[in-house]
């Protein structure tokens, strides 16, 4: 069983930023992807970032090129999402998502393990 628990949300003024980071149980975790999706309220779930099993590819979602980095520390079994200027367009809750593929994915059918969420709320 794989357990997926994110930290570091918060409430932080639009152009701050917040650093997530998401624990993974489990003796396997270098061997996924991992990605980070959002959902806001009366929203779908959101593809954020995701991460291949090494950490030499990444995928961004077009609206966080550039604002966004994921990346992962296999040592630690964590897979991070440094966000910087922030908007209020980016309230949401953050989930993390082990990955069924070794390759970064935008899908969320092609993830089979989720946590529960961390909220970050961007105030204007």
């Known amino acids: 069983q794989v357990q997926l628990v994110e930290s570091g949300g918060g409430l932080v003024q639009a152009g701050g930023s917040l650093r997530l980071s998401c624990a993974a149980s489990g003796r396997t975790f270098s061997m996924y992807a991992m990605g980070w999706f959002r959902q806001a309220p009366g929203k779908e779930r959101e593809f954020v970032a995701a991460?291949?099993?090494?950490?030499?590819?990444?995928y961004y979602a077009d609206s966080m090129k550039g604002r966004f980095t994921i990346s992962r520390d296999n040592a630690k079994n964590t897979v991070y999402l440094q966000m910087d200027s922030l908007k209020p367009d980016d309230t949401a809750v953050y989930h993390c998502g082990r990955s069924r593929v070794t390759v970064p994915t935008p899908a969320a059918r092609d993830y089979d393990y989720w946590g529960q969420g961390t909220q970050v709320t961007v105030s204007s």
């Open positions: 991460i291949s099993w090494s950490g030499g590819n990444t």
